[in-house]
């Protein structure tokens, strides 16, 4: 692994970080980042643009396998008494494929709502979106059948979105995002199982989907201005 990608990791898990807190001390996110300038009102949390890049009509997106982490104080199984109802190595990686699928899923319908293909190969109306999915933490996944148990929560879980947005051909970056999102949280209890975090998850990827689906609308009616 390239030192590089080990300092720009840590980056992305420090600036998810500096958005989990409460709202009312929350630092401020950084007004500039690997030369990319923080854009007020963003659709997002934080969206970072390069100032001056060169306006491009892209027509297709190369979106890249999605990565799944979850957050580091997460025990999935920390109010299983059952050992048969603990979830696994295997139950994570299911859990940790599905929400990448979902999300490839969600993107690509998105997508082409705007007229926009997703391409397996990079060219020059190509934009290359890559993602991952951080800090992942689910409140009562479900993965196998727990027969006639119900699980009430008031709160489905949360997970924050880092995006990275480049030119395919020359690799420059030209946007970053990140996003944290929280599902279902109304304070109301309710049931949570696999079909509502699915649920939940699929209404997150969506905002995500469509602030990316407007920013390419955006650039496309700039380049025909």
Same mark, same amino acid.
């Given at each position: 692994m390239k030192r590089s990608f080990l300092i720009r990791a840590v980056l992305l898990i420090l600036i998810s970080a500096l958005f989990a807190g409460c709202a009312s001390t929350r630092?401020? &996110? $950084?007004?500039?980042?690997?030369?990319l300038v923080l854009q007020p009102d963003s659709r997002l949390r934080a969206v970072w643009v390069r100032p001056n890049a060169a306006v491009v009509a892209y027509s297709s997106v190369q979106l890249q396998p999605v990565s799944v982490s979850f957050a580091q104080n997460w025990d999935p199984n920390r109010n299983r008494r059952s050992v048969g109802s603990r979830l696994d190595s295997g139950d994570l990686a299911?859990?940790?494929?599905?929400?990448?699928d979902l999300f490839q899923e969600v993107f690509r319908a998105e997508l082409a709502r705007g007229g926009f293909a997703v391409v397996d190969t990079a060219g020059p109306d190509t934009l290359r979106i890559t993602a991952s999915i951080i800090d992942?933490?689910?409140? &009562? $996944?479900?993965?196998?059948s727990a027969g006639r148990t119900r699980t009430y929560t008031a709160n489905s879980g949360s997970m924050t979105l880092v995006l990275e947005a480049r030119d395919s051909l020359s690799g420059e970056i030209l946007a970053r995002a990140v996003d944290p999102r929280s599902g279902r949280n109304s304070g109301?209890?309710?049931?949570?199982n696999r079909a509502t975090n699915t649920a939940d998850a699929r209404r997150a990827i969506s905002?995500?989907?469509?602030?990316?689906?407007?920013?390419?609308e955006e650039l496309r009616a700039n380049a025909k201005a």
């Open positions: 630092p401020q &996110a $950084p007004a500039e980042w690997d030369g299911a859990i940790q494929q599905g929400l990448a992942l933490n689910i409140s &009562a $996944p479900d993965v196998t109301v209890m309710s049931i949570t905002v995500w989907a469509r602030a990316l689906r407007e920013a390419m």
